[in-house]
């Protein structure tokens, strides 16, 4: 498209929409970086907008990778990627008390992956074994919208066209009436 748009162009924009505030764009990108034509940015001007939306923490995204190993070492994978989401709630939720918990009925090991949300209980089980990835990855795609912080009406959603360099990815942000 060639617009010549700047990333603090549209990290401007960004602020003005009330997605983040201005300190949360000088935190993530460095001054340089604001500088940088949005085609400069990403592969293509739509790609670095949601390149610009994670770096913000609106956007949360998993690639096939994520998720492999991730019961390992006292499940640090989940527990980084909860605090990826409650980064992108802005301060509206936190997400506390993280642990994995095995379970086993004999036949299908699983891990229920238990926390809390601003204090309400959640459980997300997550069948163990060779494809234990991609059931993490499934579940935390299902489960994330039932994390919103209470009498609020921010949301998660999702963009067209997505990322095609990501297996999933969702936004977090709040409905004007």
Do not use: I, K, N, Q
């Given at each position: 498209m060639n617009s010549q748009?700047?990333?603090r162009e549209v990290a401007d924009r960004i602020v003005e929409l009330g997605l983040v505030d201005a300190a949360v764009v000088?935190?993530?990108?460095?001054?340089e970086t604001l500088?940088?034509?949005?085609?400069?940015?990403?592969?293509?001007?739509s790609a670095a907008v949601l390149l610009l939306l994670e770096y913000v923490k609106v956007r949360y995204s998993t690639e096939y990778k994520t998720f492999r190993r991730a019961c390992e070492n006292d499940a640090w994978v989940y527990r980084e990627e909860l605090a990826r989401i409650a980064a992108c709630g802005r301060g509206l939720f936190a997400i506390t008390e993280v642990e994995l918990v095995d379970t086993?009925?004999?036949?299908?090991?699983?891990?229920?992956?238990r926390f809390r949300c601003n204090g309400q209980p959640h459980e997300w089980p997550i069948a163990h074994g060779s494809d234990e990835d991609l059931d993490a990855q499934q579940v935390f795609c299902w489960s994330?919208?039932?994390?919103?912080?209470?009498?609020?009406?921010?949301?998660w959603c999702t963009v067209d066209p997505g990322d095609p360099d990501v297996n999933w990815e969702v936004?977090?942000?709040t409905r004007r009436r």
């Open positions: 748009l700047t990333v000088a935190a993530e990108l460095d001054p500088d940088y034509l949005l085609e400069d940015f990403g592969a293509t001007e086993a009925d004999g036949v299908h090991p699983a891990h229920l992956l994330v919208g039932e994390l919103v912080p209470t009498g609020s009406p921010a949301r936004f977090s942000g």
